[in-house]
């Protein structure tokens, strides 16, 4: 039989306790060292994630501003655009419509009729004529102006620029009106021209009696009078001596008559007193103005 040894069957069970503690130590570190790095890495992922978001945040903001500055850029670019831009309607393109007939109308006159023009005065139609211009069916009527030796050209849907001759009763109001003492204004005589030639354009018979009234000078034909006057009172007096001689049906020095006694005019004395005056005292009045 062995002896068996309490110090060695000690030192065994020491041992064996010994190396279990180490080995749990050993464990425990070994998991403790495993958590801790587990945590570090959670750690990091934690703060990694934080970061990425908050970058993220920065370049939202940032591509905000830069959208917000690029749609106010363009909003910019698109004003001036559409200052420097000619304005359209509506950004169509009109249509076009291909007018191939004239707008029909009635004829108020007839061939042979005379009829005042306010441009040019008392014309006779002297024909109707349908013709195609520019691809367009228009009817005209033809006008003969005697006086200035020439022909125009009314379209029917323009007849309301023409009117009819005067009544007897208008030519009568026409008459006291010559009658009437002149209204001369006050203003440039530049204005008052103008006024005149708009009267004389007008066509209207009483505006013409007026006109011929103020511009008159009677019996006195060395009255100063400058060159533009002596015009418009010549174009006034022509026009309303050929509309009274067709209205009162007589010839042209009976109408002459009558007009000039109206406005106080006796031409063959003026005439008189012009040759019987002597040359030098003309040249002097002449002079003196």
Excluded at 4 to 26: D, G, H, P, V
Excluded at 86 to 115: A, L
Excluded at 171 to 190: A, D, E
Aim: proline share 2%; net charge positive.
């Amino acid at each position: 039989m062995k002896k068996i040894s309490l110090i060695n069957t000690l030192k065994k069970t020491f041992k064996t306790k010994k190396t279990a503690i180490k080995k749990k130590n050993s464990k425990n570190l070994v998991k403790q060292k495993k958590t801790k790095t587990k945590s570090k890495v959670k750690k990091t992922k934690i703060s990694e994630k934080i970061k990425q978001t908050k970058v993220r945040k920065k370049t939202s903001k940032l591509i905000s501003k830069a959208n917000t500055v690029k749609a106010g850029n363009k909003e910019n670019v698109d004003t001036n655009s559409n200052l420097l831009r000619i304005p359209k309607s509506n950004e169509q393109k009109p249509e076009i419509k291909k007018v191939k007939k004239q707008e029909t109308e009635k004829k108020e006159y007839k061939i042979k009729d005379f009829v005042v023009y306010p441009k040019h005065g008392v014309g006779q139609i002297t024909e109707f004529k349908k013709m195609n211009i520019g691809g367009i069916d228009i009817e005209a009527y033809i006008l003969k102006f005697e006086k200035d030796k020439a022909n125009g050209m009314v379209p029917v849907n323009k007849q309301s620029h023409l009117r009819p001759l005067a009544t007897i009763n208008q030519v009568n109001k026409c008459i006291s009106i010559l009658k009437g003492k002149p209204k001369i204004k006050r203003s440039m005589w530049s204005r008052r021209a103008q006024e005149y030639e708009a009267k004389i354009s007008s066509g209207k018979i009483y505006e013409l009696a007026e006109v011929v009234r103020d511009l008159n000078k009677g019996d006195d034909l060395m009255v100063d009078q400058s060159y533009s006057e002596r015009q418009l009172f010549e174009k006034a007096y022509d026009r309303i001596l050929t509309e009274f001689q067709i209205v009162l049906n007589l010839n042209l020095a009976d109408t002459q008559k009558k007009l000039d006694k109206a406005l106080k005019r006796n031409l063959e004395k003026q005439i008189q007193k012009i040759e019987n005056k002597p040359a030098e005292d003309i040249v002097t009045e002449e002079a003196a103005k």
